[in-house]
């Protein structure tokens, strides 16, 4: 099985640990020791081989790719031009991957998720593995452990595909943008509704047949991309299609419309990191009711809060339910519900074009 | 005039910024650039020149008044072989001065305390001294801004002593301790008391004469230091004779039993830096009503904090009324109503013998 890992995001929701230079797929924001895109790689071992998994990037990322992918083949670092969401990116990826072998199955990942049980989620790709061999478009479904209103939903059909294997897997009925919070709560009540993470497994040509069968331009593209890789003209021909390309997820551009998808469920400790509370859910509390990420907390009267300072010793006085995020050169402390407002404060520092800071 | 500057103090009220290796008169609190010992010695240019300036501190401190006080004669750092007290160091220093002229007037000041208006402190020295060379023992006497139990105070006879100067200067009726708070809004409301800052000036040899009468040994010890100062036996006797000092302050040891003492009030700006909220009173607050010490604030619904963090930017959202002391290997953050418990965050590292956070 191959593995293509997308690591092109720039998310700003974890500054000021999530920079320009370094998005936070590229940074240890929970302090474990591995960057996040280190963990993707270390959670895919015995399944995947090294010289088997692919990285997409944008340019600039690329040096930090080779800089913490030990054993990575260089040509495995796939650049983007530049970020043109995940269909084209992953599609690139399915051009440079049919050349070596169409009939192999492919694992697309986020490079910035979160997974506590690593067993858990090998044995789930195992089965949408499976699932992939025997002709489906597979998709890792997470049971809702609560009714989220950020991320989009997989509905599945009733009965188990009869497929070999130790876990379940479901044809998934439809795919479902982010509902409102009504809806959400109705899907976490019905039990037949996963989020989805954005991890899919199949076969190569099947994935470039759907791109071939929904979006025929795009596919067209790829396709010159994918006859220009051999010959020296691979730079020119990418630069001259790839600004042609739509800015368009899978999701949408592909997986929605897609027949024969298989969901597989998990329950793994899943998080998308999407804000800096999210430490709250994967970092056990300390004794005093504190989540310290990184740096020592000594603290009087203080609870609830997340901490992540370095080396650095924080004392808190009197303080309760604040995220304190120490990057060197910029220091976050916000109050935990009202964290959402970073993109604000991003947004603040860009207006101001103080990008040293961003 | 000669000066002499108190430097011996190991205040843990500023931690992490006051530290053992470097307490807060060595160290730039206020983020204006100098330290607050350089802030003590400058406010003096124009009535005590440097080679009469003197600087009383312990051994580990020497080095730092050497690097800090340009043009300093290395004599004039002057080392309390431990820290016993203002009675005590007044009298070593008083023991230098009489050998160069015990006529002249000497000004004894803390090196640790803020006053913003330097002009109307010069002032008020001036007044002062010329009290001092009318024979008398004077003391600035601060204009009390509000009930503050913190402090002792002065109260003041009715009648101006019929002194030259521009200023008036009144005889003390007596030297207070530090009253309770309806005693406090008496002292207030009344007119006549003022906060005891701990400046003192008179002739030398009056000082050493009220030594001699309130405190016979320690003047006797004092007049053996005074003696072995010209020969080479100083250090010994130093050594020998300092463990038998008494310790206790010049207020309780010698100013409360003191005659013709005469209080020059001041309303100068003055403050003793005793927690980070006296930081409040110092520094303007921005457009968003923050007290931006050190580093730049942005904010989002934020008021009322305190900021110093180096070269930091700070962000902060939707928090009011902290503390932020960021000392670059300790960040302390705390409620600002809460800020004197940072004592207890000071003996838990002591407790725990974390002697590199001290």
Request: with cysteine; aromatic share 6%.
């Amino acid at each position: 099985m191959y593995a293509v890992i997308l690591a092109g995001g720039v998310g700003t929701r974890l500054w000021p640990r999530s920079r320009k230079h370094a998005p936070k797929q590229f940074t240890d924001i929970t302090g474990c020791g591995q960057t996040m895109i280190q963990s993707t790689v270390a959670r895919l071992e015995g399944l995947v081989a090294t010289g088997d998994t692919y990285v997409i990037t944008g340019s600039r990322y690329a040096g930090l790719c080779t800089d913490q992918l030990d054993g990575l083949p260089p040509e495995n670092i796939l650049v983007e031009p530049d970020g043109r969401n995940t269909a084209p990116a992953i599609a690139l990826a399915c051009a440079h991957l049919q050349l070596r072998d169409p009939d192999e199955v492919v694992a697309v990942l986020p490079a910035d998720h979160l997974i506590q049980d690593a067993v858990g989620f090998q044995n789930a790709l195992r089965q949408a593995e499976l699932c992939a061999r025997r002709g489906y478009l597979s998709v890792l479904g997470i049971e809702p452990t609560k009714a989220h209103t950020g991320y989009g939903y997989i509905q599945r059909e009733g009965r188990p595909l009869p497929v070999a294997g130790d876990l379940p897997a479901f044809p998934v009925k439809r795919f479902l943008e982010k509902p409102d919070e009504a809806t959400a709560e109705q899907f976490l009540a019905d039990g037949a509704y996963y989020w989805n993470g954005g991890i899919f497994v199949s076969r190569v040509k099947r994935l470039l047949a759907e791109y071939e069968r929904q979006m025929p331009a795009l596919f067209a593209a790829i396709d010159r991309i994918a006859s220009a890789l051999a010959s020296n003209e691979h730079d020119s021909v990418l630069a001259e299609v790839w600004p042609t390309m739509p800015d368009i997820s899978i999701d949408y551009g592909l997986m929605e419309g897609a027949q024969e998808v298989a969901v597989v469920p998990m329950q793994v400790g899943w998080n998308d990191m999407g804000s800096w509370d999210a430490l709250e859910t994967v970092i056990p509390r300390d004794e005093d009711g504190n989540i310290p990420v990184e740096g020592e907390i000594l603290q009087l009267n203080s609870r609830g809060n997340i901490i992540a300072a370095h080396k650095q010793l924080v004392a808190l006085i009197d303080v309760d339910d604040l995220i304190v995020i120490d990057s060197g050169d910029a220091l976050l402390i916000a109050k935990k519900d009202s964290i959402q407002q970073v993109k604000q404060v991003v947004a603040k520092l860009q207006a101001a074009k103080r990008s040293e800071l961003l």
